[in-house]
């Protein structure tokens, strides 16, 4: 793989995202996340799961330069569709997944965080859904998993805004359950990874199975309209401008159309 590295040790799988510079969630990257899970299930070894990001970041996000390369709304939706599918795998899978965030889970990468059953945050970590900045909306569930996490109302702003929170204000609103200084965050992890992985390997898939059965119909549906929603917002003059706008480093101007 070339953008997904790991080892096992202990019952536990160490997977890498190294991506760089900012370990970017392209549809490249995602395939290689899911062919590493189809390993990852049928590996007796492995018990547990623990992803970090190498460098400076967890994931920063979606590739937006490679949005640019797609034609349609409906391609779009299609990959949409793929995150989502992905990141409801790794919340049903069988095995705990952790996610150790540094530097910052924006966008694609706090999606993909939201997936994992369990999240460990730096300090000072930023933490954020800034779609609307580029006349986008989360695409890979966020707006689903979000409110879920943190409420209603706090998601609505974190969204409105697209300002992100730093990893100690995470913990403090639930959406990750703890803080650690960057060079206690692997330290730390790996502890609790090898701490879940001594369990039953049966009573934890059916722990897995009970935490997620409370998930409604509607979170579903909800994931479905997200999709399509996604394709839509991508052919606007809005999204083109706000995409444009970032690769050039500049404010965008949305027009409402």
């Keep these: 793989m070339e953008f997904i590295k790991h080892q096992i040790e202990n019952f536990v799988a160490y997977v890498?995202?190294?991506?760089?510079?900012?370990?970017?969630?392209?549809?490249?990257v995602l395939t290689e996340l899911s062919g590493?899970?189809?390993?990852?299930?049928?590996t007796r070894e492995v018990r547990a799961i623990?992803?970090?990001?190498e460098g400076k970041f967890f994931s920063a996000g979606a590739d937006i330069k490679e949005f640019t390369s797609i034609p349609s709304g409906e391609e779009f939706s299609a990959l949409s569709s793929k995150g989502?599918?992905?990141?409801?795998?790794?919340?049903?899978?069988?095995?705990?997944?952790?996610?150790?965030?540094h530097g910052a889970a924006l966008g694609?990468?706090?999606?993909?965080?939201?997936?994992c059953h369990?999240?460990?945050?730096?300090?000072?970590?930023?933490?954020?859904?800034?779609?609307l900045q580029l006349g986008l909306i989360p695409g890979f569930a966020g707006t689903q998993r979000l409110p879920r996490y943190v409420g209603s109302a706090r998601a609505a702003e974190m969204l409105f805004t697209s300002e992100p929170i730093t990893g100690r204000e995470a913990v403090q609103i639930g959406l990750a359950n703890h803080a650690?200084?960057?060079?206690?965050?692997?330290?730390?992890?790996?502890?609790?990874?090898?701490?879940?992985?001594?369990k039953s390997p049966l009573a934890l898939?059916?722990?897995?199975?009970?935490?997620?059965?409370?998930k409604s119909e509607s979170f579903h549906k909800g994931v479905e309209k997200e999709a399509a929603a996604f394709g839509e917002v991508f052919v606007s003059e809005d999204a083109k401008e706000g995409i444009s706008a970032f690769i050039e480093k500049r404010e965008a101007v949305f027009k409402g159309r």
């Design 16 to 28: 890498t995202i190294q991506k760089k510079p900012a370990n970017a969630l392209s549809s490249s």
């Design 84 to 101: 989502q599918e992905l990141f409801e795998r790794i919340e049903q899978f069988s095995k705990p997944v952790i996610a150790a965030i």
């Design 108 to 115: 694609g990468g706090l999606e993909l965080a939201m997936s």
């Design 50 to 53: 623990l992803i970090h990001g």
């Design 205 to 214: 898939k059916k722990t897995i199975e009970l935490l997620n059965y409370s």
């Design 118 to 131: 369990i999240r460990l945050v730096t300090e000072n970590a930023k933490l954020g859904l800034p779609e």
């Design 180 to 198: 650690y200084q960057e060079e206690e965050l692997l330290p730390k992890a790996k502890e609790l990874a090898q701490k879940i992985a001594k």
């Design 36 to 42: 590493l899970f189809d390993e990852l299930e049928q």
